[in-house]
């Protein structure tokens, strides 16, 4: 009898000492900082004018977390313009309420107004970001979120000398509001950027930029980490270094196999580790950075310049790199298909190897007609873009609340697991009754803990073939195959990787080819998934994908925060 009073009692403090660590757990501080969305006077390509910033900064500030640390960051609009934050490459579990894009996840921050995020890191490692997803603001606002590894871990390679955020974005001489509601107003293509730039400077190949060229000084002999970071609008990217190999050794916040190649590609959304060891003779050498397309988009070439410390004579002129050319697609092929996960027991992967859920989902630019044809899209038609010949439509309130306060008649439960009609996807000259999609907000609801396969197919619908960078949030996904032409899902997924995929929340689709991703849905919520060209975007390439809740309290959305911001 004593000895079961006593095991009673010693489970009873167990108990309350469970019940103690979880409250302190729960009460645990997690640091706030504050944010101030403003513009500010900037002068590039000759000329002044005023970009919205976040704290005045372009790029923006960067923050600095460990491997599963949480931080509140409080946003205060004193904008002109609604603006949301998305945390880029942040899984957020359970948190879809601080995910940010705007309409999907939660109403703007109108002018005037403040909204508190919660950044909830899970198993992200290395160089992710964080960029504004309301309209075209994230031209401006945008900067690194850099997670290092939890404190008494080290890198899985050589620790770096330092390490420097390398951020390319687009500079418009013009209003980039203005730009894209003129574009959707007439229906015709936004105008495209008048520079590139690396960490806000264009460089000295553009008029006036010599001077403020973003200049990275290095110690011969030392190892440095370079965290790339594509926050362009519209353009895949072509880096190098002049004379110097690069290692990648991360994407998208995980670690992969180290590749050593004289060049990456990089799109926007992607964020890259790449290791460079100044190894050169003492002198001045270019990086140098331009565009992967072959349709619309701006074909200039934004310069910084890595230089060695110590006396030497500088030359008049950097050393310039050999850029591969405007529509190499073999060198973006050799690039992609060489990608592949570290896979180590610090670092496993989990490669989901049978499948519950499969979508077949074409992409596609089309048009829509107007009246009169008065638009300025080919024909007088006005142009629009799909996801299974779906173009969707901002809804007037966020998905996320209809979703959890059961709101009616905001979006359709049908988004289509393959396209309407099938037909020759890559082929040339196809006709134009495939030009015009159906408009809706449509998502696609998927079960927890669901396997899910999706492959995207490219379509040269519009003559528009090109390379699609697909993203979705609340994830990371396996890229487990890619090729061109149709998708033939017989003979196709033999050539899977299914052992070491890259994990990743990005991937470029190749132009008239296809890419098959695979991931668990394990993180309950509501999920944008969407083009990262931003005018593709803008057009309705996007969809959402729900993940309904699971059994527990654990495995389902957390409650909203006290203050959602009213649409």
């Not at 619908?461 to 998708?487: D, I, K, R």
């Amino acid at each position: 009898m004593e000895s079961k009073k006593k095991s009673l009692l010693l489970e009873l403090q167990g108990f309350l000492l469970l019940n103690v660590l979880m409250l302190c757990m729960a009460r645990k501080h997690i640091t706030t900082v504050d944010w101030v969305v403003k513009e500010a006077s900037y002068t590039r390509l000759c000329s002044t004018k005023k970009i919205l910033t976040v704290n005045g900064l372009f790029p923006g500030p960067a923050i600095y977390m460990r491997r599963g640390d949480r931080l509140k960051v409080n946003v205060r609009n004193a904008g002109e313009y609604n603006v949301t934050i998305h945390w880029h490459g942040v899984k957020q579990p359970r948190n879809p309420w601080s995910d940010g894009p705007n309409y999907v996840t939660q109403c703007p921050i109108k002018p005037g107004a403040n909204f508190t995020y919660e950044i909830v890191l899970s198993n992200e490692e290395g160089t992710i970001w964080w960029h504004a997803h309301s309209d075209w603001s994230r031209a401006t606002v945008h900067g690194p979120l850099i997670v290092l590894p939890k404190l008494g871990k080290g890198f899985p390679f050589v620790k770096p000398h330092k390490a420097v955020p390398i951020v390319l974005a687009s500079w418009f001489k013009g209003d980039v509001m203005e730009i894209i509601e003129t574009a959707l107003e007439n229906g015709g293509e936004p105008n495209k950027s008048d520079a590139f730039t690396i960490n806000g400077q264009p460089g000295d190949l553009y008029n006036c930029s010599k001077e403020g060229t973003f200049k990275m000084v290095v110690d011969y002999g030392k190892t440095y980490l370079l965290r790339i970071i594509n926050s362009i609008m519209n353009e895949e990217m072509f880096f190098m270094v002049a004379n110097h190999n690069l290692t990648v050794v991360g994407t998208d916040g995980a670690y992969i196999k180290p590749i050593t190649t004289s060049y990456i590609m990089i799109t926007p959304g992607q964020t890259m580790d790449v290791l460079i060891t100044a190894n050169q003779p003492p002198s001045h050498y270019y990086m140098a950075s331009r565009a992967y397309a072959e349709l619309v988009f701006d074909n200039t070439t934004t310069t910084a310049i890595l230089q060695y410390s110590g006396n030497y004579a500088a030359p008049s002129t950097p050393s310039f790199p050999n850029l591969p050319n405007f529509a190499d697609i073999d060198s973006v092929t050799n690039f992609t298909r060489r990608l592949k996960a570290l896979a180590t027991k610090d670092y496993p992967v989990d490669v989901p190897q049978s499948v519950d859920t499969r979508l077949y989902i074409t992409i596609s630019v089309n048009t829509l007609p107007c009246a009169n044809n008065s638009c300025d899209g080919p024909n007088g038609t006005r142009l629009s873009a799909s996801l299974n010949n779906i173009s969707f439509v901002e809804p007037s309130i966020d998905v996320l609340q209809a979703y959890y306060r059961s709101i009616q008649h905001v979006y359709e439960s049908d988004f289509p697991n393959e396209p309407p009609y099938s037909f020759n996807f890559t082929g040339d000259n196809l006709p134009n009754t495939l030009l015009t999609p159906e408009q809706g907000t449509k998502v696609k609801v998927l079960d927890y803990n669901s396997t899910v396969e999706i492959v995207f197919q490219g379509t040269n619908v519009l003559n528009g073939a090109e390379n699609h960078p697909m993203h979705l949030h609340g994830y990371s996904f396996y890229l487990v195959g890619y090729g061109f032409g149709n998708f033939n899902n017989e003979t196709d997924p033999k050539s899977y990787n299914l052992v070491d995929p890259p994990e990743v929340n990005t991937i470029g689709v190749p132009t008239k080819g296809w890419a098959a991703i695979r991931f668990r849905a394990d993180n309950p919520g509501v999920w944008f998934m969407h083009c990262h060209l931003e005018r593709h975007a803008s057009w309705g390439m996007d969809t959402v994908l729900i993940v309904k809740n699971g059994r527990t309290r654990l495995t389902s959305m957390r409650q909203p925060p006290r203050q959602l911001n009213p649409c």
